[in-house]
Nanobody, 125 residues
Framework: QLQLVESGGGLVQPGGSLRLSCVAS????????VGWFRQAPGKEREGISC???????YYVESVKDRFTISRDNEKNTVYLQMNSLKPEDTGVYYC???????????????????YGKGTLVTVSS
């Protein structure tokens, strides 16, 4: 059974940092793309950063140069390092994964087949 479990969310002041983790289980190989999807209050979920099986990455403009996505295939874990956080970064962050050779932009745009339950990030003073 495919499962994704996010952790690392919390309350942080503007300008602060958080690192989210997503542990994947049930995938039989490393051939899956992973993305971080954010649902801000009152808005639809959107892909903000994705990484392909080859390690190519994509960032939506609003998080570019502040967030960094990475993956450790040995640990079946994907990370999202978030720096210089802003109040508009507040939302529930979901990890999504799909067995695909799609590039990261396409994964972020179309979404994935599997999602975790999400972790809440609140940026507030």
């Amino acid at each position: 059974q495919l499962q994704l479990v996010e952790s690392g969310g919390g309350l942080v002041q503007p300008g602060g940092s958080l690192r989210l983790s997503c542990v994947a289980s049930g995938f039989t190989s490393d051939s899956y793309a992973v993305g971080w999807f954010r649902q801000a209050p009152g808005k639809e979920r959107e892909g903000i950063s994705c990484i392909s099986t080859d390690g190519d990455t994509y960032y939506v403009e609003s998080v570019k140069d502040r967030f960094t996505i990475s993956r450790d295939n040995e640990k079946n874990t994907v990370y999202l390092q978030m720096n210089s956080l802003k109040p508009e970064d507040t939302g529930v962050y979901y990890c999504g994964a799909e067995v695909t050779n799609w590039g990261p932009l396409r994964v972020c745009y179309y979404g994935t087949d599997y999602y975790g339950k999400g972790t809440l990030v609140t940026v507030s003073s």
